[in-house]
């Protein structure tokens, strides 16, 4: 496991720093176990072999609580737009996260491509959607998402997708803030369920719908109450209806995705007939 981690650190990463991170990511790895153990998608430490086929999802688990010194590397890699706005942040823990998070991005980004991370050109469109710029010839397509110390990442080959996490607050007026999140329907069940199931089915609903506007490609263009998302926690997960198209709802995968206890997460892929892998970065 020891020559996995090193695969996957910056090229200029040292043997110690590998040591390292092997210990703090064995304890990592053990906090998330409790709340996940008999329904998570298992997030294994790949081998050094990162191809990705037409059919493939590749899922990737990251800690954004790495150490500084991974932290440091990480930043060498950066363009300079990114540096400058990381410097924007205000509190340090959210500057070393949103630093792992995009060097992570890069790092993986290019073990896919084989390309020096730094090499790496990115474009966003109108609505900010991230994307490879037009001079990487491969149709690689991407999406990152993080909440508190994780961050999860989806790549595919030739077929949107797109993630979102969220850490599951409890100081929240979930029927509140399903007024202007929620359809009619969706606010219709979550007022039916008891307290004690609110929280989860709250997170179910919001992570779902967010994966499925980012894979549309049009952010809050896509007026939130147009489509229903499942949100009743004994529901299978699924796109449930789109009154702005209704093609949508069979073009569209909707699943859940399990990082942490305490976190909710979905995908929507476009198309189906697709296997996904969920692997452990940092």
């Known amino acids: ?13 040292t043997i110690e720093l ?3 991170l092997f210990g703090w990511l064995q ?32 899922a990737w688990r990251v800690f954004l609580n790495a150490p500084l010194g991974v932290r440091n590397r990480l930043e060498r890699i950066l363009g300079e737009d990114e540096r400058i706005r990381a ?26 491509l084989h390309l020096q991370p730094e090499k790496l050109l990115f474009a966003s469109n109108e609505y900010g959607k991230l994307a490879l710029a037009p001079f990487h010839e491969r149709k690689l397509e991407f999406n990152l998402s993080h909440s508190r110390d994780i961050a999860l990442y989806v790549l595919t080959v030739e077929r949107q997708v797109r993630v979102d996490v969220e850490y599951m607050r409890d100081d929240i007026a979930y029927d509140e803030l399903a007024k202007v999140s929620f359809s009619p329907n969706e606010r219709t069940i979550l007022r039916s369920l008891p307290q004690e199931a609110k929280r989860e ?14 894979a549309r490609g049009l952010g809050l263009s896509l007026p939130l109450h147009l489509f229903d998302v499942s949100i009743r926690p004994s ?6 209806a789109s009154r702005e198209d209704p093609c949508e709802v069979s073009r569209w995968t909707l699943l859940n995705l399990y990082p942490g206890m305490g976190y909710a997460a979905a995908l929507a892929v476009e198309g189906t007939g697709w296997q996904l892998h969920c692997r452990q970065w940092l």
């Open 235 to 240: 529901e299978p997960v699924a796109l449930l």
């Open 1 to 13: 496991m020891m020559r996995e981690i090193a695969i996957l650190l910056p090229i200029n990463a």
């Open 18 to 20: 590998a040591a390292v």
């Open 87 to 112: 410097s924007r942040f205000y509190f340090e823990s959210d500057q070393h996260r949103w630093i792992i998070a995009r060097g992570a991005l890069r790092m993986l980004i290019s073990r896919y």
């Open 201 to 214: 089915a709250f997170f179910n609903c919001w992570t779902r719908k967010e994966a499925y506007i980012k």
């Open 27 to 58: 304890s990592e790895v053990r906090k998330v176990k409790a709340g996940n153990m008999d329904r998570k998608k298992h997030w294994a430490i790949p081998s050094s072999d990162l191809s990705l086929s037409e059919n493939q999802v590749h």
